[in-house]
């Protein structure tokens, strides 16, 4: 069994920061991607970022450059900085671990508001 907690979201203004953290307890391998999505209301959900155990990372190209996302492998944790926040970045972030052909895993998703 694995087990994502995520934790982080909030209301903040436009222009704003805020910083998810993620972590994974369980049976838990040490290769891995973990990553964050995202589900904006009445939309699909989507990459925001991931990264590779070796720290290989890529982004949505429509928060390249304002979100990082980094990982403690000994804390198996996985953290996003978002910077610049804008009203479109408002949804409910979901933490994902994928250990395939292991499984994949989702946390429970912490909800993210920015106000203009």
């Known amino acids: 069994q694995v087990q994502l907690v995520e934790s982080g979201g909030g209301l903040v203004q436009a222009g704003g920061s805020l910083r998810l953290s993620c972590a994974a307890s369980?049976?838990?391998?040490?290769?891995?991607?973990m990553g964050w999505y995202r589900q904006a209301p009445g939309k699909q959900r989507e990459l925001v970022a991931r990264?590779?155990?070796?720290?290989?990372?890529n982004y949505a190209d429509s928060v390249k450059g304002r979100f990082t996302i980094s990982r403690e492998n000994a804390k198996n944790t996985v953290y996003l900085q978002m910077n610049t926040l804008q009203p479109e970045d408002t949804a409910v972030y979901y933490c994902q671990l994928d250990q395939w052909p292991r499984g994949t895993y989702w946390g429970q998703g912490t909800q993210v508001t920015v106000s203009s």
């Open positions: 369980g049976s838990i391998f040490s290769a891995n991607t």
């Open positions: 990264i590779t155990s070796g720290g290989i990372t």
